[in-house]
Every structure is written in structure tokens, then in C-alpha cells.
């Protein structure tokens, strides 16, 4: 019996640290917006995730504003999202604790989990199932089974990293599919502000987007 609960104790450690294996490398998502209940793809463009498991770094292409990059401090709680705006750089900065002692407005969906899984970018993946409110039909997303969520925060009720999901836009649904994962040591230049960035908070710049002072 000892010798049967010491081997279960060994098991769970080395399943525990598998678990909190760090993550160094990038995450490509290709995101599309299709025609309703067709496969017709309206628009596409890709997504990289950057993370040395302790800052993520986030690319995205927007029609508005040109490219974007969101860089999130996971120890610090603190976002930074770059962006060009009237031929000036600015780093809108976020505190991120202050944002979850204030929101408390709930979740504009339910999320549940569902019998069933598949193989996402070579990850086993697990489904669940999303109403958003006001709908009479939701719509399948899939977490993996053995990457913390923590590096992409889709549907913080779910600890696991989204690797197919959608999320609702003016523009439709956007559906985000994990296309795969690219396992390397990033330079920590990568999570930087450039120098060439100035660093606002969002009041200052919804300021001088609407021409205030």
C-alpha cells in the first residue's frame, strides 16, 4: 500500500510540473470572417502570440489603424497597446489589477462544457460550448488541454489556452484558429516600448482622439 501511494504521489508531481512547464516561443492564429452559415471567408489575416511565459506580446493587423501590438505584463498586471496615430507612436497604458477590482459587470455569454474533443495544431483540445446573450444559437470553441490560459485571456472561465474560438465583432463573428506553436528563446527587446513610443494612459488618448486639449 505505502509503496502504491508513493508511485501516485511521484505520478501527480511529475503531471503537476508538465503542467507548469514554462512557454517560450510564438503562437500563430489565422482569423477569418465568413458569410453566415456558409464556408465563403470575407476577410483573413493572421495573429502572433509572443511569450517568455511571463510577458505576451500580440500582433494583429487592423483595418483602422494599421498593425497593433498589445503587450501584457502577467506579473505585473499591466498592458500596453502600440499604436500610430496622426503620424505620432503611443503606448496607451493599462493597469490591469485596476480593471478587475472595478469590472464587475458580468459575462455577455455563457460558456459550458461539452462531450467531446479534438486535435487543434497537433493539441488535444477540448469543447465547450458559447451563448452569447440575446442569441438562441452559440457556437463550439475548443481549449487545450495542456496549455495554460493565462497566455491569450479568452474566456477567463475556461484555464486553458483557446485554440479555436470565436469572438462576436461589428464586422460578425471572428472565428481564431491556432494554426501552430513555434517553441524558441525570445529576446526580452521583443516586450519593450520602443523609445519612440510615448506613453499615455486611455483617458489621455480617447482625449486627443476626440481633438480635446
Known amino acids: 500500500m505505502r509503496t502504491a501511494l508513493f508511485t501516485l504521489f511521484v505520478c501527480a508531481l511529475t503531471v503537476t510540473a508538465a503542467a507548469q512547464k514554462p512557454v517560450s516561443g510564438v503562437f500563430l492564429y489565422k482569423a477569418t470572417i465568413s458569410l453566415p452559415d456558409t464556408n465563403v471567408v470575407l476577410k483573413s489575416w493572421n495573429v502572433r502570440v509572443y511569450t517568455n511565459d511571463t510577458i505576451v506580446r500580440v500582433e494583429t493587423e487592423t483595418p483602422q489603424m494599421g498593425q497593433q501590438v498589445y503587450i501584457r505584463h502577467m506579473s505585473?498586471?499591466?498592458?500596453?497597446?502600440?499604436?500610430?496615430?496622426?503620424?505620432?507612436?503611443?503606448?496607451?497604458?493599462?493597469?490591469?489589477?485596476?480593471?478587475?477590482?472595478?469590472?464587475?459587470?458580468?459575462?455577455?455569454?455563457?460558456?459550458?462544457?461539452?462531450f467531446g474533443s479534438k486535435k487543434v495544431a497537433g493539441y488535444k483540445?477540448?469543447?465547450?460550448?458559447?451563448?452569447?446573450?440575446?442569441?438562441?444559437?452559440?457556437?463550439?470553441?475548443?481549449?487545450?488541454?495542456?496549455?495554460?490560459?493565462?497566455?491569450?485571456?479568452?474566456?477567463?472561465?475556461?484555464?486553458?489556452?483557446?485554440?479555436?474560438?470565436?469572438?462576436?465583432?461589428?464586422?460578425?463573428?471572428?472565428?481564431?484558429?491556432?494554426?501552430?506553436?513555434?517553441p524558441e528563446i525570445l529576446s526580452r527587446d521583443l516586450f519593450g516600448i520602443p523609445s519612440d513610443f510615448k506613453r499615455i494612459t486611455f483617458e489621455e488618448f480617447i482625449n486627443l482622439f476626440s481633438g480635446g486639449e
Open 76 to 114: 505585473l498586471d499591466k498592458a500596453y497597446l502600440l499604436i500610430g496615430y496622426d503620424g505620432k507612436n503611443y503606448a496607451i497604458q493599462t493597469d490591469l489589477s485596476e480593471n478587475k477590482t472595478v469590472d464587475t459587470v458580468p459575462p455577455q455569454y455563457t460558456i459550458k462544457r461539452k
Open 125 to 182: 483540445s477540448k469543447k465547450y460550448y458559447v451563448l452569447d446573450k440575446g442569441q438562441t444559437e452559440g457556437y463550439y470553441c475548443y481549449f487545450a488541454k495542456k496549455i495554460d490560459g493565462k497566455y491569450l485571456e479568452v474566456y477567463p472561465e475556461v484555464p486553458k489556452l483557446a485554440v479555436d474560438y470565436y469572438l462576436p465583432s461589428q464586422e460578425g463573428l471572428i472565428r481564431y484558429e491556432l494554426v501552430s506553436f513555434t
